[in-house]
């Protein structure tokens, strides 16, 4: 049984705290997916081939993996907010390389593969030093929420993002002003960055007492058994979603068949309506008919397969966006399933290492990004009738795996102590005692 003090000192999750926290997820996802929607004009602006510019966020995607676990143990150890504050930093000044090395491109400083290869390790940093935020976040929010708010908090969390996505490529296009040209987006999203570290410094709180308390949990979860099967789910999940994503800009300039500039109108609107439905699901309808990660594991998957569907054979523009918004509703369900089934399945000191491996998945997938391309490349349906059959596959999954199919039904022995003892206590102090 925990200490008294141990149960007393884990503190709520207040709402200033969670806004600041929502406040960093939407900037990183403005400029990520903001730098995504403008990468096929960047590309193909300065002649660089699609699958080396899709290639472009491997390496970050691979240092993000290598990375996520050592964050987290830091995190167990200094504390969760000094590790949010390093993220977004290293994410502001691997804009700013992004930025510097997209002007030098575009005005024909080196040759294609030279930039392509100094843009490569611009991004590689958000991999490297950005990837300290996102498991650091998640672990407060679990560290500060009780098992029935969860499911909810983590998918609001995953709706920053979402808002994020809607944010991003219709602000791109805004900052694309003369000398800096296509560069000017990323000066901006490295200014933003920059202020949301502001932010966290002058407003966020971390109670010492919570981090005196915190025990370091084993690295070893990647092989528990507890959390492999959402680790496998989430990592296909992922995948699928990002092929769908970096070959999206490059359909719509093909099928509308006009300039790299003149698609990114089009791009930002198809991103936004994918990035609307996943708000629909994670703010809207995850809220609204209590849904548990065992639903969102099912239900996510089968509209990510139509919605792919819909892509692979789409006629013309409309379908595509039609398509992308059904294939996104799907993983505005099924990726705060995952996270938040992962989330409880594991004890309370295991949080951090959890939400490192899940970063990890969410970020490893990008490394295999270029196949997708030169794969739409080679047959432009190929990539979601891949897609397609992956997710149909998944959902097998969700039905035929135990733990997935318990999904948020069991406590962890640990949980269920902390959680008792806190009871007792909320009632000792009802009662004056």
Known sequence: MMKDGDAAS???????????LFAVSVVVAIGNTGLMSILPAIGRSISVPDAFMAAIFSLSALLWAIMSPIWARESDKRGRKPLIMLGLGGFAVSMLCCGLVVS????HLAPWYVIFL????ARALFGLIGSSSNPATQAYVAERTSRAERTQQMAALAGAFGLGTVIGPFVAPLFNLPIVSLAGPLYAFSLLAVGMLIVVWKGLPEEPVARETRRIASAGLWKDPRLLPFLIYGFLVATCQTAQGYTLGFMI???????????LGYISV???AGAM???????????????????????????????NLMTAFAPDYWTVVAGFAIAALGYGFARPGFTAGASLTVNMHEQAQAAAAIAAVNGLNVIIAPLFVAL????????????????????VYAFKNRVLREAGEKVSDSEAEDESTLALLERRDEGGG
């Open 10 to 20: 884990k503190p709520a999750l207040a709402p200033r705290s969670f806004a600041i």
């Open 104 to 107: 030098a491109g575009l005005n």
């Open 118 to 121: 100094v843009f490569l390790l």
């Open 253 to 263: 300039i093909d099928k509308l068949k006009v300039s790299p500039i003149e698609a």
């Open 270 to 272: 198809a991103m936004a």
């Open 277 to 307: 439905a996943g708000l629909l699901a994670q703010w809207g309808l995850i809220r609204m008919f209590n849904m548990g990660p065992k639903v969102l594991l099912r239900w996510g998957v089968a509209l990510a397969c139509l919605g």
């Open 376 to 395: 739409y490349e080679a047959v432009s349906w190929a990539p979601f009738l891949l897609n397609a059959t992956i997710l149909a596959g998944l959902m």
